[in-house]
């Protein structure tokens, strides 16, 4: 789990459900990954976006993200 760098902490974890305002209007996935920018090492959310072909990501800083809902773990495995 990370903390992202923001005025308030947000956890943010592999399996997390988020949602996320892009210019495209609010759209909505799976965390899969999370990688820093080459560049200017921003640390960036890897999304399997929802209403999609399977397996289009996107990049989303993780500033950009807007509501998140904790990944359950499955009956019998620890969380």
Same mark, same amino acid.
């Not at 956890?11 to 965390?31: H, P, S």
């Not at 990501?57 to 807007?66: G, K, N, Q, S």
């Given at each position: ?12 974890? *592999?399996?997390?459900? &988020?949602?996320? $305002? ?8 799976? /965390? ?10 921003? *640390?960036?959310?890897? &999304?399997?976006? $929802? ?8 990049? /989303? ?19």
């Amino acid at each position: 789990m990370l903390t992202t760098s923001t005025d308030s902490p947000r956890q943010i974890a *592999l399996g997390d459900r &988020v949602t996320f $305002d892009t210019d495209e209007g609010y759209q909505a996935g799976t /965390v899969n990954d999370l990688r820093r920018d080459v560049g200017n090492g921003e *640390l960036h959310a890897w &999304v399997e976006l $929802d209403h999609q072909w399977p397996g289009l990501f996107r990049a /989303v800083p993780l500033a950009a993200i807007e509501a998140v809902k904790k990944a359950v773990a499955p009956f019998g495995c620890p969380a």
